[in-house]
């Protein structure tokens, strides 16, 4: 089956450490993301890319890194200068591309929780 | 940024009940779709609009795009338990490629 999916569905930090976390896709879209989720809270965009070996920062990309080597994935690396690094992750990925016009809606993983140990 | 306001924060309703939610933009957005989650779930696409007054249904879920560009509504009919959730609404504003922007949610609670 397509789809999206995001491991490990939970994942503990300890001080000062970095932790990755895993997304892969396999419905051959261009384009995805990384949001955080707070509770009470709407998702936030941490990073996006629209296309292999390229990436932008969105609105809260402090502290986190990502790559894009292939297209099927997109690690989110939640670094030590994250400060308060506990919330739901959650990945998406959308047929689009930049000039290509196109509103394709993002479709979702299961999310990684991630809490401070 | 774009500014998002949805509403109702949550809801109480008892089962077979209409309900109604909503979300308005600081701007004209030319994307709006509406997202359910459960928890410990991500989000699932329930319908997307992309025309100023559109109107789309899918199954008891009617959603609208605003004439205005900034706003959209989606109505659940017959609510049943299982519409128990948070509602997202999320849109994408003119000229910011493939971003969007999510509402709070609207946390749904049906009772028998």
């Known amino acids: 089956d397509g789809g999206i999916t995001q491991s490990p569905k939970y994942l503990f930090r300890k001080e000062g450490q970095n932790v990755t976390l895993s997304c892969e896709q396999n419905?051959?879209?261009?384009?995805m993301y990384w949001y955080r989720q707070d509770p009470g809270q709407g998702l936030r965009l941490i990073y996006y890319?629209?296309?292999?070996?390229?990436?932008q920062k969105g609105d809260i990309a402090e502290g986190y890194s990502v790559s894009r080597e292939k297209k099927e994935s997109f690690p989110l690396t939640v670094t030590s200068a994250q400060k308060n690094p506990t919330a739901f992750y959650l990945c998406?990925?959308?047929?689009?591309?930049?000039?290509?016009?196109?509103?394709?809606?993002?479709?979702f993983g299961d999310g990684t929780r991630l809490s401070i140990l | 940024g774009q500014q998002l306001n949805q509403s109702p924060q949550s809801m109480f309703i008892q089962e077979g009940e209409d309900v109604s939610m909503n979300c308005t933009s600081s701007s004209i957005f030319n994307t709006w779709l509406w997202y359910k989650q459960d928890p410990g779930e991500g989000p699932v696409l329930l319908i997307a609009l992309y025309k100023a007054g559109e109107l789309t249904s899918n199954g008891r879920l009617t959603a609208q795009f605003g004439i205005t560009r900034k706003d959209s509504f989606l109505n659940i009919s017959a609510s049943i338990p299982s519409d128990v959730g948070i509602y997202f609404c999320?849109?994408?504003?003119?000229?910011?490629?493939?971003?969007?922007?999510f509402g709070t949610g609207t946390r749904l609670q049906v009772t028998l």
């Open positions: 999320a849109g994408r504003a003119t000229g910011t490629a493939s971003k969007l922007t």
């Open positions: 419905l051959n879209h261009d384009a």
């Open positions: 890319s629209q296309i292999v070996n390229d990436f």
């Open positions: 998406a990925s959308s047929r689009h591309r930049m000039g290509q016009g196109g509103n394709q809606p993002q479709h």
